[in-house]
Every structure is written in C-alpha cells, then in structure tokens.
C-alpha cells in the first residue's frame, strides 16, 4: 500500500483528487491539506510516502513546500498552468498533472509513478498470500473476504464483481489477471474471460455451463475448456 497525502487550496480540486486516490486500491489517503503549511507538521510525524501538491497556493506555493523538504515523499505536482511543468521536474518530481485532471490521466500518472518508485517495496506484500482470506478494496472501504465466501468473480472492464454466499456482492477497482494471481489455484480457476469460479462452490455442470444458485449459467469458454475438464476428470467419478 502506498501512503499518500493531498494538498490544494481550491475544495473542488482537492474533492476530485482524494475521490481518484480513493478509487485506486493500492493507494491510501492518509490526510488532506488545504495549504502546505499545514501539511508540515503532518510529514513531521507521518510516513508519507506520495504527495498530491498543487502548485499555485497563497501564503506557500506548492514548488516552494515541496524545495523546503529535506527528504520529501515523492511528488505528483497537479496545477492549472502548464509552465510550471520544467521546474517541477527540476525538483525531480514523479509527474506532472495540468487541470482539469480526468481519471484515466490520473491513474496513468499514478501507475507510472508506483512501477517506477514503489515496485520493490510492494513485492512482500506480493508474497504473502494465503488460502483463508483476502482484503479488497471496495469505494471507501477495506474489506476482508473469506475465499470459502466466494462463489464467483464476474470482471467488468476495469472492475470486478465478487459474488459471495449469503451477502451481497462486492465491487472492486481491479483487473481479473491481478485478482488471478492472488488465489489459490487448487480453489479457484478461470473458466471465461470474464469469470473465476470457486471450484469447492461448482454443484452443477449443464450443456458446458456451470449453473450457480439454478438460475446463474457461467459459460466454459474454449479458452480454458482443457484445464476444466482436466478438474472433471481428477474428481469424476464413473464405472
């Protein structure tokens, strides 16, 4: 998880940018400034690890926070004038974002930011997965998800949809190959672009669909028809 803080003058502004941190799963907003002196006492005694800093702010500009630091976090500056974007760089800033910032820009900016600064400190993370749970990210919220909960994970373009047994299902910022990775193949295989099932959940298989809760069909797609069958073959039992 990469900490972060944010810091505009401008409400709006500020609004939109910790509305697109909290839409990123890896990123956790830990405070937000409407000036950057009241963001110093805050580094003082925080762990920061990104900052959200608008440049053009009274009393303090952001370019003049950010030389003031002995080790600042790194920067993504955001601002209304393109000129600032040389002597940003000059103070090695991570990137440089020009108002009005959409989301797609937003997460270029901050995907390039976290794979250039913050791959290796995210790698133990990376290891420690297990066969019990998993925490999701889902709007403003951190939730924790027992794997035996899990009946079916339906991928919506940039999203994903966790069906669960007995609650209702859970919507998260992430790509079906990211949540792939991070479970248990002997638990869970992809059988559709756009499905991973929960094998332990399978009850029924009918004309090469998977049938949950008798009115749910998931198809097998051609794709991954041979390791499917691989599973029925290792359980199935016959004559």
Do not use: W
């Not at 003049?64 to 000059?90: C, D, H, M």
């Not at 007995?166 to 869970?188: I, R, T």
């Not at 809760?213 to 016959?238: A, C, R, W």
Request: glycine share 2%; with cysteine.
């Amino acid at each position: 998880m990469i900490t972060c803080v944010s810091i505009d003058d401008e409400p709006l502004a500020l609004r939109q940018i910790n509305g697109y941190i909290e839409k990123i799963p890896y990123l956790n907003l830990l405070q937000s400034f409407t000036s950057a002196i009241k963001a110093l006492n805050f580094l003082q005694d925080n762990q920061v690890d990104l900052m959200f800093v608008d440049i053009s702010m009274p009393d303090l500009s952001g370019m003049e926070f950010v030389k003031s630091l002995t080790n600042p976090p790194k920067v993504i500056f955001t601002t209304a004038y393109r000129e600032y974007a040389v002597e940003g760089f000059q103070v090695d800033a991570a990137d440089y974002l020009v108002k009005p910032i959409s989301f797609a820009a937003f997460l270029k900016a901050v995907d390039k930011t976290r794979l250039r600064f913050f791959t290796d400190a995210q790698q133990p993370e990376s290891v420690q997965h297990n066969d019990e749970f998993l925490f999701i990210k889902s709007e403003y919220k951190i939730i924790r998800i027992n794997l035996n909960d899990i009946k079916y994970i339906e991928g919506m373009r940039d999203y994903i949809r966790i069906h669960l047994v007995n609650e209702k299902p859970v919507m998260a910022l992430l790509g079906m190959k990211k949540v792939m990775d991070h479970l248990p193949n002997h638990l869970f295989m992809r059988v559709h672009r756009s499905y991973i099932v929960n094998l332990n959940k399978i009850h029924t298989i009918e004309r090469n669909r998977i049938v949950f809760d008798k009115s749910v069909y998931i198809p097998i797609s051609d794709q991954y028809k041979d390791d499917f069958q691989k599973f029925l073959d290792n359980n199935f039992l016959n004559n």
